[in-house]
């Protein structure tokens, strides 16, 4: 019944009461007369429905079915309160019961139904009692208005009127309305707040120029009087006014827009007044502030430039002036016609980086080269940052630059020195290869071989070009532990012993302490050491898990595993690559790392790559 708390139940209510009789078929004949009624609620543009006493439809018109997104056939017989929140149900519930109870014609009431897509919409319901022939209520009846639209204009508008106000408390903008004739105004309460006056205030043209400071209230009566004769659309003015309350000193800004009769005379002067207080003591600050830092740049020991977003003009401070080698900030001014021609060893490089202030804001830290006044080099480093206008166009840019010249000489020999210490490393590293193979000719070759392809391995993984390195080197000696072998262990042309092979696995601790204590620029003595370990633990010489071993080593164990097997021993002929690349294909994330195993797949399947003789 819809007079229940509880939607799941269906407890005693007034159709509980109405057994039935005789007078059922009365009212259906009743109802099939009122049929022909029902198509003329088709034709109305709102939404009109009936309800049992449980809450249940048994009408509803096309508009209802529109609004709410349910067929008619899904809505008959749906509870009222299934197209509503809680405390809108109860809403509803309420009226209906105060309409049974009382045996009210009708009730009225608003708030938010569901639609069957989830959305929301505001309505206006109008329900009566609905009776049966002998006037026993039996439901009721409605008439559903959707509001929506009327809702969020009310709301629009209430939010619109808090914003105005909102913004002239936070702006301290006030609005009046003097009218000339009378010489009457109203004002704003921000206005209100911001003088200093209170409703008892005579709001005339004495209590007017009352408020304004005494200095500037002659000048600003003429401009007041000049405007209007002049028929002057808008007059705006800076000026100090003296609040009524405690005589504090204000800076305003009045802007006003005046009216005039057919006959031309003023009629009205509209407009807005707006403290600016802060903003004048801020710009005394900002001169006195402008005229400190001026003093800080043009004694800077560094550097600083600013420019438009074009070649010229060019302002300075004397310490660019003198880094670029001209004798003043007026000399480099005077002589550079073209930023990009005359200063940027390399132009292109003036336009990236305009481009990168433009669309970023800035670089830092850049370094290029720069022409001194004689055409000789200097390398610099410069920050530059863009300054924008209120519309965010870029209206110039400022830097700062040092000269690193020193540096670079420094940093050119260092890396020299590593370019030579990694030749003088690398003719190290072949000439222990070259005697390790010389030792045992049945593997010559092999170290080459791994080497390159771990180097090929290494770079279709994109590592960096230090790490690739570091492997083919490591590649190069990765054997040379086999130096503690007996040369007719190594050349064996039958099955190893147990002992013969301990004695093999041996290599590559013996290659760590061999290399160890040589200060190389990468972990070759490392990679030397777990070239045999595995990623399940099943290697050695410690059975490291996949964690414990180095990227490069990983990378070193596969490119060994395929030249092994593909290459021809003293026990065995080669078993070919095939057989290589499916030992790594089917033990890729068991023995060796997946990610190495897939590029060594990829770079024979796909890139041809073909291991050196």
């Not at 139940?9 to 099939?32: I, M, S, V």
């Not at 403290?275 to 003591?281: C, G, K, Q, S, Y």
């Not at 630059?401 to 370019?419: A, F, G, S, Y």
Request: include cysteine.
């Amino acid at each position: 019944m819809i007079l229940d708390r509880t939607p799941e139940k269906d407890k005693a209510g007034p159709a509980d009461f109405c057994p039935a009789t005789d007078l059922q078929h009365a009212e259906a004949a009743l109802r099939a007369s009122e049929e022909k009624y029902r198509t003329i609620l088709e034709d109305i543009d709102e939404g009109y429905f009936e309800i049992d006493l449980k809450g249940n439809f048994t009408f509803v018109n096309d508009v209802l079915c529109r609004d709410l997104g349910y067929p008619r056939r899904e809505l008959i017989g749906m509870n009222y309160r299934q197209y509503m929140e809680n405390s809108m149900a109860r809403m509803s519930q309420t009226v209906f019961a105060e309409l049974y109870a009382a045996g009210q014609a009708s009730g009225r009431y608003e708030g938010e139904f569901i639609e069957k897509s989830g959305a929301k919409h505001f309505c206006e319901v109008s329900v009566s009692l609905l009776r049966d022939v002998r006037g026993r209520p039996i439901g009721f009846r409605g008439l559903s208005r959707n509001i929506t639209k009327r809702k969020r204009s009310e709301e629009a508008l209430r939010h619109n009127e808090y914003f105005l106000r909102k913004s002239q408390e936070v702006a301290r903008l006030g609005s009046f309305d003097f009218h000339v004739k009378t010489g009457l105004w109203i004002s704003s309460p921000t206005l209100d707040n911001l003088l200093g006056i209170g409703k008892d205030y005579i709001k005339n043209v004495r209590g007017w120029f009352g408020l304004i400071h005494p200095d500037d209230r002659e000048e600003l009566k003429s401009d007041l009087e000049q405007g209007l004769a002049r028929k002057l659309p808008l007059v705006e003015k800076e000026f100090r006014v003296l609040r009524n309350c405690d005589g504090r000193e204000l800076w305003v800004r009045y802007r006003g827009e005046a009216t005039f009769d057919q006959n031309g005379a003023p009629e009205r002067l509209i407009g807005t007044i707006q403290d600016i207080t802060e903003h004048r003591l801020m710009q005394k600050k900002l001169i006195e502030s402008e005229q400190k830092y001026r003093s800080i740049v043009e004694n800077a020991q560094e550097g600083i430039f600013h420019a438009a977003p074009r070649e010229r003009p060019l302002s300075a401070n004397a310490a660019f002036a003198a880094l670029l080698g001209y004798d003043s900030p007026e000399d480099l001014a005077r002589s550079v016609a073209s930023i990009a021609g005359q200063i940027y060893v390399h132009p292109d490089e003036y336009h990236a980086v305009l481009k990168k202030v433009r669309e970023e804001g800035g670089v830092k830290d850049y370094e290029t080269q720069f022409y001194r006044k004689d055409q000789s080099r200097i390398w610099i480093r410069m920050s530059v940052s863009a300054v924008r206008d209120a519309q965010g166009r870029l209206v110039s840019y400022h830097g700062f630059v040092e000269d690193i010249t020193p540096w670079k000489k420094l940093e050119q020999e260092r890396q020299d020195n590593i370019n030579s210490l990694r030749k003088s490393l690398g003719a190290t590293i072949r000439a222990m290869s070259a005697t390790i193979e010389a030792r045992d000719p049945y593997t010559a070759g092999h170290q080459r071989r791994v080497a390159d392809l771990a180097r090929a391995v290494a770079t279709e993984m994109n590592l960096s070009r230090d790490q690739i390195d570091g492997i083919r080197l490591a590649g190069m000696i990765h054997d040379v532990g086999k130096i503690s072998v007996p040369s007719e262990i190594l050349t064996k042309p039958t099955t190893l012993t147990a002992l013969e092979m301990k004695m093999i696995r041996l290599h590559a601790e013996a290659g760590y302490n061999i290399l160890k204590s040589i200060d190389f620029p990468w972990p070759i003595a490392r990679m030397v050491r777990e070239h045999h370990e595995r990623i399940d633990g099943s290697g050695y010489p410690f059975g490291l898990p996949g964690k414990d071993i180095l990227l490069e080593s990983k990378i070193l164990a596969i490119a060994d595993v395929v030249e092994a097997i593909s290459s021809h021993r003293p026990y065995r002929p080669s078993l070919g690559i095939g057989t290589a690349l499916e030992e790594i294909e089917r033990n890729a994330g068991v023995l060796y790392d997946e990610t190495a195993a897939r590029a060594c797949l990829k770079i024979f399947r796909e890139n041809r790559y073909r291991m050196p003789e």
